[in-house]
Every structure is written in C-alpha cells, then in structure tokens.
C-alpha cells in the first residue's frame, strides 16, 4: 500500500463555545488518505467541509484529536512550524482562484516558489512546466481578466502544485463554473494527480464528479463516513 500523506484522528471543533451561537461541526472526524489517492468530500451546506479542509491543511486548529501530514504528528507543533509543513506539503484550490490581477499567469505560478526560495529560472521553468500540462502554455503571458474561468482555476491549481505539495485540499474548486467547464478542470486535476503521485482530497457538491474519485467520504453530523 502507499504512503499515508494525511491523517485526521479523532478530530473534534466547536464554533462559539458557551454562547448561544455554539455549533459543534466536527465531532470525532477520522481520515486517511495515501498516495495517488483522490477523495471526494460531500456534505450538505454548512456540514463542516471548509473547516475540516482548513484544519487539514493547517489554517486552522482543532479542538481535539490529531493531524499527521506525511508521516508527521502536528500535534504541539508550533506556529513555525506548521507554516514550514503547509508550505512543503499541502496545496490549496478554493471555489474563486484568487490570483494575483496584477500580474500574468506565470507569475502567479512563479511568486509563491521564489517566496519559498526557488531561483527564479527553475520558478519559471516549474510553471511554464505546469500551464503546458494543464494546456495554458500559449496563456502565460495573460493576465487573469484576460482568461475565462475555466483557465483561471486552472492556473490557480498550476498554482497550488507549483511548490510539488504532497497533498491537495480543494474546497468546491469548479463550484463557480458552468458543468462543460467543471469537468475540464477536473480533468485537468485528476491528470495532474496522476501524473504527480499527489493526495488529493476535493469538497464538491457535485455528486457526478465525486463519482469520478477513487473513494468519496461523507460528512455528517461531524464524522466522516464511506458515502
Ligand atoms: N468562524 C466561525 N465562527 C462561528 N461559526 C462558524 C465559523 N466558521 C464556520 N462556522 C459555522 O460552522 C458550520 C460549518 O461551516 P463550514 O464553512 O465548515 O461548512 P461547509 O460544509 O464548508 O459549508 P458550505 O458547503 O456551505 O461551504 C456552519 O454552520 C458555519 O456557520
């Protein structure tokens, strides 16, 4: 079997505690997921999806319970160094891309690796690497208002890939696109994980694409279960 990439255990979280606004959205939430593998997350509005992929990739904490990335027991780590694990490990696509406006689609792959402090020739060979397998390579030079949204979330993903993450947290990734768009970025995606040997675990509503995953879970009344 694989190398487990991400292991959630046990995890618990309660919004407001105390106040009359309280909501316990995860209550005993357990994962695990190799590589190569892509895992559906479908839940109704408001199960708890965002949280539990925010607290997967290390933006948020749990109340309780444990996340392992890579092996690794995150557990009293501090703030260092679950910035250090999430920057290595973990790769985010939301539902809107969030690119740069100012700068092209290269650049926006390009930025976050000379942060992590790539030279900027490998940079900008990684990305232009990745907007020709996603089929951008004539697009590099746009700006994001130049692309449709299509091309958009695929540079975003370019984006999330570029530092070779081991895991992939999607959060509705192709919820703003039309369903002929929709299934082109996530062909785009699943080709990408194929190719790389990446994890993928991807929140979608929509139940033909999770259908297209090796496993789907099921969040509901804060665990996950095979759905
Ligand atoms: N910071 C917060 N403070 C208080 N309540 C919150 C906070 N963040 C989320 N919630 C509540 O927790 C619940 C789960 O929210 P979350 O965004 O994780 O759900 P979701 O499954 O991603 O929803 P959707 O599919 O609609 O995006 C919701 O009822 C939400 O209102």
Do not use: W
């Amino acid at each position: 079997m694989s190398e487990i990439t991400l292991q959630l255990e046990g995890l618990t979280k309660t919004y407001l505690p105390g106040t009359p606004g309280e909501i316990q959205v995860l209550r005993g939430a357990d994962l695990t997921l190799r590589a190569g593998e892509v895992v559906a997350l479908v839940a109704p509005s408001g199960a708890g999806k965002s949280t539990l992929l925010q607290i997967a990739g290390l933006l948020d904490t749990a109340d309780g319970g444990r996340v392992c990335i890579g092996g690794q027991d995150m557990a009293g780590a501090g703030e260092r160094k679950r910035t250090a694990v999430r920057r290595q490990d973990v790769g985010f696509v939301y539902q809107f891309h969030h690119l740069l406006p100012e700068f092209t689609a290269l650049e926006n792959i390009v930025l976050p690796q000379l942060a992590d402090g790539v030279p900027q020739r490998q940079a900008e060979a990684r990305g232009a690497d990745l907007l020709a397998l996603v089929g951008l390579a004539g697009r590099a030079a746009h700006r994001p208002a130049a692309l449709s949204g299509g091309e958009q979330q695929r540079v975003a993903v370019c984006r999330a890939l570029a530092n070779r993450p081991r895991i992939l947290l999607a959060d509705e990734p192709t919820g703003n696109l039309d369903p002929a768009t929709s299934d082109q970025v996530f062909d785009v995606l699943l080709q990408l994980v194929a190719e790389t040997g990446l994890s993928a675990l991807i929140a979608t509503h929509n139940l033909e694409l999770a259908a297209r995953m090796n496993r789907v879970l099921r969040l509901e009344n804060g665990v996950l279960q095979d759905g």
